[in-house]
């Protein structure tokens, strides 16, 4: 079923409920109509701000060109969302996975597996979870079995075992969270790519290195920052979806810490540059954050945003 | 990219689920062991699964021993294996409005790498509270360390009622755990 939300009545209906929408390149864009933004092509990074991330989701995904162009119908998804943990600000909020799910199911995909079960009592923290039981229960977890893949490329990491419907499926929608981490600075998309690896070897040899007798927490941070550009290699996400709704700006990976509530969801083809605009949730830049500079220098995207279409909308 | 399977089953050095451990409780429970079983017996842990009034437990307490508490707190584990871990309980509780508060109960080998990595995760801020041998009360959630023993109590709100209800937990948390270096 096509729900109709067009690109530009998804800029009519913001500009209609006084949000303000930014189109152009660069942190900075330029304030256009929204008639203009709406003749435009897709964006090549939307970020909504708005007090609802399932609202900001659909239209963020909306502005970057619709969820019928990255999931075909009788496709087969993965969701590589990051719900690992349980503290808030900590894992994607329900709201937008069920946004997700949603859109999903809107493009007729066949299948959509989650690459891991979601914590206890974590949908019933979403207001509309009763009435996306039906997607809910429908949306497969990962068995987790994993391949081990090779990775020329790599620099530090030229090996990884990853789960093997990362590899199979049609379609990958990588949903991160934006949050701090300790051994990285910063959690988004690129490091949401660790999500569908083993914990062991592949993920221990990205935390420690070749120090696995170290007492440190992240003994190696370019080490680890390295590993994870390397292992965006493995497999581009088809989309990426940002949630920076409620932020953790201390103790991350798992907190509790401190937060922050921007209230912004991103989308985007890119996970460089859907981190170099994930930062400034952290206070950082783009340059500060070495994994997003060496993943571009996989050439798996852009780090410098200036040279990306960024839209924004506030809705708000 | 080249890819290539392995044995596939062999290569999940993780279980794939955690140990669910129901807490058997009577209704009118006797008057609490303040000896904690040995560390890693999972028994042991369960017991600081406490309610108190107004705040029950809801669905079952959950244990993870070994790599499984990547399960619980993904990378976050790193650091409690590099400092002894043997075991983790986490539970959920919930009042009469639909307030939640999680409790997070870490047993590491000894007393001393659990202080490594309550000062890790606590540091110095937050509001000093007079509960096991230290603890650190923030916005909506506190931390707690009692021997060898680290606890985590996380609202979901940081309202009186919740902040109340960490503070009771968390005043019952460790007088069950009592120390038990």
């Not at chain 1, 419907?165 to 949401?192: F, M, P, T, W």
């Not at chain 1, 994930?278 to 200036?306: K, Q």
């Not at chain 2, 931390?143 to 023993?149: I, Q, T």
Request: a negative charge; one cysteine or more; hydrophobic letters at 45%.
């Amino acid at each position: 079923m096509k729900r109709g939300i067009t690109r530009r009545r998804f800029v009519t209906t913001t500009a209609a409920a006084g949000a303000s929408v930014t189109l152009g390149g660069g942190l900075l864009g330029r304030l256009v109509t929204p008639a203009a933004a709406a003749e435009s092509p897709a964006a090549g990074l939307a970020a909504v701000t708005g007090p609802d991330g399932f609202a900001n989701t659909l239209a963020a995904v909306e502005a970057v060109g619709g969820i019928a162009r990255f999931v075909p119908e009788g496709s087969r998804v993965f969701v590589n969302a990051n719900t690992a943990f349980r503290h808030p600000g900590s894992i994607v909020s329900p709201d937008v996975l069920l946004a997700v799910l949603d859109l999903c199911a809107e493009a007729g995909a066949a299948e959509v597996c989650l690459v891991k079960k979601v914590p206890d009592g974590y949908w019933q923290r979403s207001a509309r979870a009763a009435d996306h039981q039906r997607l809910i229960d429908g949306a497969l977890i990962s068995e987790r079995e994993v391949e081990v893949v090779e990775i020329p490329g790599g620099v530090a990491l030229k090996e990884a075992h990853v789960d093997r419907r990362l590899l199979s499926a049609d379609v990958v929608l990588n949903v991160a969270i934006a949050k701090h981490h300790q051994g990285c600075d910063y959690s988004g998309a690129l490091k949401n790519a660790m999500g569908p690896c083993a914990h062991r070897p592949t993920c221990r040899f990205f935390h420690v290195g070749a120090n696995p007798g170290t007492d440190e927490w992240y003994p190696n941070p370019r080490h680890m920052a390295q590993c994870i550009a390397d292992v965006q290699l493995v497999r581009r996400p088809d989309l990426c979806i940002l949630d920076a709704g409620e932020v953790l700006t201390s103790n991350g990976p798992a907190g509790p810490g401190e937060l922050t509530a921007p209230k912004v969801v991103a989308a985007s083809t890119d996970p460089v540059a859907t981190d170099a605009y994930g930062v400034r949730f952290l206070g950082l830049e783009p340059a500060a954050v070495p994994m997003i500079g060496m993943a571009a220098a996989h050439g798996i995207g852009r780090a410098d945003l200036a040279s990306v279409d960024v839209l924004t909308a506030d809705v708000a | 990219m080249r890819t290539r399977t392995r044995a596939l089953a062999a290569l999940l050095l993780i279980p794939a689920v955690a140990v669910l451990v129901q807490c058997g409780r009577d209704p009118e429970p006797e008057q609490p062991d303040r000896s904690m079983a040995p560390a890693g017996e999972p028994e042991g842990l369960t017991r600081a699964a406490v309610a108190v009034e107004g705040w029950e437990l809801d669905g079952e307490p959950l244990v993870f021993v070994g790599d499984t508490l990547f399960e619980l707190i993904n990378g976050g584990a790193e650091l409690y294996h590099q400092h002894g871990f043997v075991q983790a309980l986490s539970a959920q509780y919930v009042d009469g409005e639909g307030r939640t508060i999680a409790l997070e109960v870490f047993e590491m080998g000894d007393a001393e790498g659990a202080a490594t990595v309550f000062a890790e995760k606590a540091g110095e801020s937050g509001e000093p509270v007079e509960l096991g041998d230290e603890a650190r009360l923030e916005s909506y959630y506190l931390n707690l360390r009692s021997g060898r023993f680290i606890v985590t109590l996380t609202g979901y709100a940081s309202d009186e009622q919740t902040t109340a209800g960490i503070l009771a937990l968390a005043d019952a948390v460790a007088a069950e755990l009592g120390g038990g270096s």
